[in-house]
C-alpha cells in the first residue's frame, strides 16, 4: 500500500461532519489527545481502528486509506449520473448512478470514460415492430470481442452480456433518446445517442 491514514484526511472529514476532535474521539472509543496526534501528524491509527474511524466518518475503509473519497449531497440515485466500472481481471461490470470507489479482485476500479463510437465498432440500428436489432461490426474471437452493450434512458439502465465467439447481435425495447454503450475488451467503452 502507497499510503496510510493521513491526519489531514481524518481532520477534513472530521470538521465536515462538525464534529469536535472530543466527540469523534467519543465515537470510536481513544481520547481527543489521540485525534489531536492523528491530525498533527504525530501518529497514526491503529488498524484496528480504521473500520470505526471509517464509520464515525461515514465513507468506506478504502476511502479513508486511500484519502479518495466522494461526497454525495445528493443522495437521490439518478441514471443520467450513470457510471460503468469493469474489472481487467475477472469482467465484472459495475454500473453505479453516480460516482463510487469501487474495487474488485483487490484493485480500485476506474470510472470508465465512453467516447463516441468510432468505425471500427460500427452500428446497425433497425427498428422491427416495437424493437430496435441493434447489430455490431466487430469480431467475437477469443482475443478481441464485444463483452457487454448497455442502454440508459431517464429511469432505466439495462447491461446485455455478450460473449467471445458468440453473437454479436441483441434486441432491445424501441425508445427514443436513449444512450446505447458499447465495450470492447481490447478498446475500452463506447457511446451512441439514439434519437
Request: glycine letters at 6%; aromatic letters at 6%.
Amino acid at each position: 500500500m502507497n499510503n496510510y491514514v493521513t491526519g489531514k484526511v481524518i481532520k477534513e472529514l472530521r470538521e465536515k461532519k462538525n464534529l469536535t476532535q472530543l466527540e469523534l474521539a467519543n465515537i470510536i472509543g481513544v481520547s481527543d489527545k489521540t485525534i489531536s496526534k492523528w491530525e498533527t501528524s504525530k501518529g497514526f491509527p491503529d488498524i484496528a481502528l480504521i473500520e470505526p474511524l471509517a464509520k464515525a466518518l461515514n465513507i468506506s475503509v478504502i476511502e479513508l486509506m486511500s484519502g479518495d473519497y466522494v461526497i454525495n449531497n445528493n443522495k437521490s440515485s439518478n441514471i443520467e449520473k450513470s457510471v460503468i466500472y469493469v474489472c481487467p481481471i475477472c469482467g465484472n461490470i459495475i454500473h453505479s448512478m453516480g460516482k463510487a470507489v469501487i474495487t474488485c479482485c483487490g484493485i480500485t476500479l476506474p470510472e470508465l470514460d465512453a467516447e463516441e463510437v468510432d468505425d471500427a465498432h460500427n452500428i446497425s440500428i433497425e427498428k422491427i415492430e416495437d424493437e430496435f436489432v441493434i447489430k455490431i461490426n466487430h469480431e467475437m474471437t477469443k482475443k478481441h470481442y464485444i463483452s457487454f452493450v448497455a442502454y440508459s434512458k431517464h429511469n432505466k439502465f439495462e447491461i446485455i452480456k455478450l460473449y467471445a465467439e458468440g453473437g454479436n447481435e441483441i434486441r432491445i425495447p424501441a425508445l427514443n433518446n436513449i444512450t446505447l454503450y458499447i465495450y470492447c475488451n481490447k478498446h475500452g467503452l463506447m457511446k451512441k445517442i439514439i434519437h
